[in-house]
């Protein structure tokens, strides 16, 4: 996925704070990370249960443990036995 974020021109910070957004309108998002202002057409955060992002996005919201954990893996698709040739390869397994 990196490499294919790269090739586009897509930006990935790691190890960077979300400060909060000031701007949201039509025609892109004005944000604070690491408290300097930047712009996109799109935002897309990922975090957890005590995700920052979420506090910006909506404050009424409070972080709730379900007791449901995921646990994901990686392994080559030619390593997996499907039911049949063009069997949709869109998931978790």
Do not use: C
Request: glycine share 8%; hydrophobic share 35%; charged share 25%.
């Amino acid at each position: 996925m990196r490499q294919m974020l790269t090739e586009r021109g897509v930006q990935t910070h790691y190890e960077s704070r979300f400060n909060g957004i000031f701007s949201d309108t039509n025609d892109g998002v004005e944000l604070l990370i690491n408290e300097q202002a930047r712009s996109a057409s799109l935002l897309a955060g990922a975090d957890g249960i005590y995700s920052s992002i979420r506090r910006h996005l909506d404050s009424s919201i409070s972080p709730e443990y379900t007791g449901v954990v995921g646990v994901f893996s990686h392994i080559k698709r030619a390593s997996v036995a499907w039911p049949y040739e063009d069997y949709e390869r869109n998931a978790t397994i």
